[in-house]
């Protein structure tokens, strides 16, 4: 039985060379990092609708943006194995926990992806290189995106199997975020 | 009140000028998209739990290639507007109806992003032009995928409201996929 990450690295036709290839960009990509976690939450700041949902203030915000570096320094990992799609899926879901509509994540993929881009454009000059290192890192970030959209999949239909099971209790629970998921495993 | 595609536009930065040099781009990408079109099903005929949808045989999949095509057309139209946005939204919903997962369509996106970029490098000499067409591109991309995938939150969370409304009838109701949702303004 294939795995959810397994089909979907299949369908975008990624392989292990693209995985080594995205190891190697690591170290050149490690210095633009901190610019890319201040353009990511600059640009959420601009919308009022996603940046509610970050209540804790600047201090949160500081905290989150370690953890974008961080995330952004997996998708470099080179190893993108089940427990990088368990760990990505759960990212995801903690962003459907505290209600951030799966829009911003899909734009906010977009600014990632446009700001690696250009990154690559910075760090190499135009070649086979580049242009292999950018075909493998367009790939992870569909790979990406599409585990943390999962999440959106998955809660919602944990939702729907939540008030299915207990149909009196219906208004109630409509309201409410559900406390645990499953771990999405395949 | 800012519309969805407003929105999402202003996220990914995109602007009058990326609308005109997609509408510059219609004319030399037309001839690709037969081959997109042929690429796009390959790999959907790889995965059967996408592939099994569409149940209308070798007659269904040489229309929707033709379909598949337009909506490449769309792309380059230079026009983004709520009719643009409604058209891409029942797009999606119609995706949504019958029974095709989220992760299919995000990684089909993935797909014609990868080769409309490689129609890209054949199409145009290394140049900022060639960039500027790129970026746009990517961003229009990003849009059309969020307004695709806006369809299956909308579509869960319809199904979660009727689910609410009549929870005496929640076991049958879930089975089903709704007949009708709500046209999405915003």
């Known amino acids: 039985m294939e795995s959810f990450i397994q089909e979907m690295k299949r369908y975008l036709g990624f392989e292990e060379a693209d995985a080594r290839l995205l190891r190697q ?8 990092l901190p ?4 353009r990511f939450y600059s640009q959420i700041q601009q919308h009022p609708n996603a940046f509610r949902v970050f209540s804790g203030g600047e201090a949160q915000i500081a905290r989150l943006k370690q953890t974008l570096q961080n995330w952004a320094r997996g998708l470099f990992s080179g190893v993108y194995d089940e427990a990088y799609a368990e760990e990505r899926y759960h990212i995801g879901y903690r962003h459907v926990r505290i209600g951030l509509e799966q829009k911003y994540v899909i734009s906010a993929m977009g600014i990632v992806r446009s700001f ?15 242009l292999k290192y950018s075909r493998a890192l367009s790939k992870m970030l569909d790979l990406d995106l599409n585990l943390m959209c999962e999440s959106y999949m998955h809660a919602t239909l944990q939702n729907l199997r939540s008030l299915n099971a207990q149909p009196e209790d219906a208004n109630q629970q409509q309201a409410d975020v559900p406390e645990q998921v499953e771990v999405y495993h395949g």
Chains 1, 2 share one sequence.
């Open 116 to 130: 690696l881009s250009e990154c690559l454009l910075l760090e190499f000059p135009a070649s086979d290189e580049r």
């Open 35 to 38: 610019d890319l976690a201040e």
């Open 25 to 32: 960009l690591g170290s050149p990509m490690e210095k633009y």
